[in-house]
């Protein structure tokens, strides 16, 4: 009888499948262009919020890409478009991180006192001019141009940037509908009735939806454009190359290491990024 229920045990202990535990799962990395995507991400997500707050009688479009001429790449992208019954906001969003230095009688502007880059409001301006072209002309005295950093950057800028008066703003994106609803209050009181009306807002939203541009591979030629070492400014006493490697660098890779204080003012190419 002993012997008998020994086996049994035996048997079933041979019949227990053996649990394997499953591996874990490798840490993915994420490489310096997919970081700084992801925080392009959560840029435009910050602003998105802000905008959906907007009151009713506001329309806005996010991401448009419009033809252009007289632009290096033949197109403009606009980041924002806020349509409200008392002026066309135009927004220009930058991500980087530091000191930005700047004026309006200066082509270009200094990040942490190293980094070029163009006037954000005279590339904001032809992003306008390419808009202007799309709607009817007695709207546009109408529109308003502001310029976007994060709360990583610190001014040094034009004073006459930050006073609500004019019509060229540069803001933090935390307080951008702030500035909108501050502006709006000073057009109301400049003016007593509303310079667009409904009808308006509609005809000028559909304009700006109809030229938009949304095919990918026109949008991918854009970006590589715009990237072309070529098509942009060279930075004084800097070359656009990494200094590990010798690698040739897009403009984009060139600002991104420039911004960022972890590569010492260095450039450096992706894969050398990594290593940092």
Same mark, same amino acid.
């Given at each position: 009888?002993?012997?008998?229920?020994?086996?049994?045990?035996?048997?079933?202990?041979?019949?227990?499948?053996?649990?394997?535990?499953?591996?874990?799962?490798?840490? $993915?990395?994420?490489?310096?262009?997919?970081?700084?995507?992801?925080?392009?991400?959560?840029?435009?997500?910050?602003?998105?919020?802000?905008?959906?707050?907007?009151?009713?009688?506001?329309?806005?479009?996010?991401?448009?890409?419009?033809?252009?001429?007289?632009?290096?790449?033949?197109? *403009?992208?606009?980041?924002?478009?806020?349509?409200?019954?008392?002026?066309?906001?135009?927004?220009?969003?930058?991500?980087?991180?530091?000191?930005?230095?700047?004026?309006?009688?200066?082509?270009?502007?200094?990040?942490?006192?190293?980094?070029?880059?163009?006037?954000?409001?005279?590339?904001?301006?032809? /992003?306008?001019?390419?808009?202007?072209?799309?709607?009817?002309?007695?709207?546009?005295?109408?529109?308003?141009?502001?310029?976007?950093?994060?709360?990583?950057?610190?001014?040094?800028?034009?004073?006459?940037?930050?006073?609500?008066? *004019?019509?060229?703003?540069?803001?933090?994106?935390?307080?951008?509908?702030?500035?909108? /609803?501050?502006?709006?209050?000073?057009?109301?009181?400049?003016?007593?009735?509303?310079?667009?009306?409904?009808?308006?807002?509609?005809?000028? /939203?559909?304009?700006?939806?109809?030229?938009? $541009?949304?095919?990918?591979?026109?949008?991918?030629?854009?970006?590589?454009?715009? *990237?072309?070492?070529?098509?942009?400014?060279?930075?004084?006493?800097?070359?656009?190359?990494?200094?590990?490697?010798?690698?040739?660098?897009?403009?984009?890779?060139?600002?991104?290491?420039?911004?960022?204080?972890?590569?010492?003012?260095?450039?450096?190419?992706?894969? /050398?990024?990594?290593?940092?």
């Amino acid at each position: 009888m002993l012997l008998f229920l020994h086996f049994l045990k035996k048997k079933k202990e041979k019949d227990v499948p053996i649990q394997t535990r499953k591996p874990a799962a490798k840490p $993915i990395k994420r490489t310096s262009e997919e970081f700084a995507a992801r925080k392009g991400e959560l840029g435009e997500y910050k602003i998105d919020i802000q905008l959906d707050q907007l009151p009713k009688d506001c329309r806005y479009l996010s991401d448009l890409l419009v033809k252009n001429p007289k632009a290096k790449s033949g197109y *403009s992208q606009i980041d924002h478009v806020v349509l409200t019954p008392y002026g066309i906001f135009t927004f220009e969003t930058k991500n980087y991180q530091g000191t930005i230095y700047g004026g309006k009688d200066r082509k270009t502007w200094l990040v942490n006192g190293k980094f070029k880059m163009m006037n954000p409001f005279v590339q904001n301006y032809g /992003h306008i001019a390419a808009l202007k072209t799309l709607i009817d002309e007695k709207h546009h005295p109408l529109f308003i141009s502001m310029v976007s950093f994060t709360k990583r950057c610190t001014f040094k800028v034009g004073l006459e940037y930050r006073k609500i008066a *004019s019509n060229e703003l540069i803001v933090y994106d935390i307080e951008l509908s702030e500035f909108i /609803h501050r502006k709006l209050s000073v057009l109301k009181l400049q003016h007593k009735q509303p310079l667009l009306s409904e009808p308006d807002i509609s005809t000028i /939203h559909h304009a700006f939806t109809q030229a938009n $541009i949304i095919d990918p591979t026109t949008r991918e030629e854009h970006k590589l454009k715009l *990237s072309n070492p070529e098509d942009t400014e060279v930075i004084a006493g800097a070359s656009a190359a990494c200094v590990a490697c010798s690698k040739p660098v897009s403009a984009k890779v060139q600002a991104y290491c420039l911004a960022n204080k972890r590569f010492g003012g260095k450039i450096y190419c992706f894969e /050398h990024q990594k290593t940092r």
